[in-house]
């Protein structure tokens, strides 16, 4: 007796589909006994680079810099707005307390008295968004700040279209870094991306600039 139409697209389903849910064990197999080879090879080699990335891009290590044992709170709705001092904790290796505490202070002496955009902008703000480190910190503020203990900055947004450096580990230099990017500051160790997101943007973010640590030679 002839099959169906609806016979035979429960068997094709059932030869051909497989639901990501599924166990991972199961996945396995079935992909294993798959007829089209050369569509299993380029599953095998994209997955080979998920997980054991060679192409350049960083690899990425979920750090809060020490928020969580701070006993600092979340600050706001929104979360916090903390990237600054995250990346500054991290990349320098001092507490985040003693980080946060400073740039709070360099931030409150910036909107006071500063007479750049950021620092104009913060002061119409007013509220916790003029003093609060948790709600942004202008470069006017933290730069001297890591000057003082020694590290220099490289500026890389000058650099011609098609020329500029992006968050990529075959494109930054070794060592301990605080990457600049628009409205956002992150670790880089060694080309491990030390964040709470990942921010790369698969590699095709441009970068602006970066700190590197008094040892580290760009």
């Known amino acids: 007796m002839a099959l169906t139409n609806a016979e035979h697209q429960r068997r094709w389903r059932k030869r051909n589909l497989i639901a990501l849910t599924a166990d991972a064990h199961e996945i396995a197999r079935r992909l294993a006994t798959m007829d089209d080879r050369v569509k299993l090879?380029?599953?095998v080699r994209l997955l080979n680079q998920q997980l054991n990335p060679k192409t350049g891009r960083c690899r990425f290590v979920k750090d809060?810099?020490?928020?969580?044992?701070?006993?600092?709170?979340?600050?706001?709705k929104d979360g916090t707005g903390d990237c600054v001092v995250r990346a500054?904790?991290?990349?320098?290796?001092?507490p985040y307390r003693e980080v946060h505490d400073a740039l709070t202070v360099a931030k409150v002496r910036n909107v006071?008295?500063?007479?750049?955009?950021?620092?104009?902008r913060a002061r119409r703000k007013g509220g916790v968004y003029a003093f609060s480190a948790?709600?942004?910190?202008?470069?006017?503020?933290?730069?001297?700040?890591?000057e003082r203990l020694g590290w220099k900055y490289t500026s890389t947004k000058?650099?011609?279209?098609g020329k500029g450096i992006h968050l990529r580990a075959d494109e930054l230099p070794g060592g301990r870094l605080i990457v600049s990017l628009p409205r956002h500051l992150t670790a880089v160790i060694d080309g491990v991306i030390h964040d709470t997101i990942d921010c790369s943007e698969e590699g095709r973010?441009?970068?602006r600039?970066?700190?590197?640590?008094p040892t580290a030679t760009p």
């Open 41 to 43: 090879a380029l599953i």
């Open 64 to 76: 809060d810099g020490g928020r969580s044992g701070s006993g600092i709170a979340r600050s706001g």
């Open 88 to 94: 500054v904790s991290i990349a320098t290796q001092k």
């Open 112 to 120: 006071a008295a500063g007479k750049d955009a950021w620092a104009r």
């Open 134 to 146: 948790d709600h942004g910190i202008a470069r006017e503020a933290y730069g001297p700040y890591l």
């Open 158 to 161: 000058e650099l011609p279209r």
């Open 205 to 207: 973010r441009r970068i």
């Open 209 to 213: 600039g970066f700190w590197a640590e």
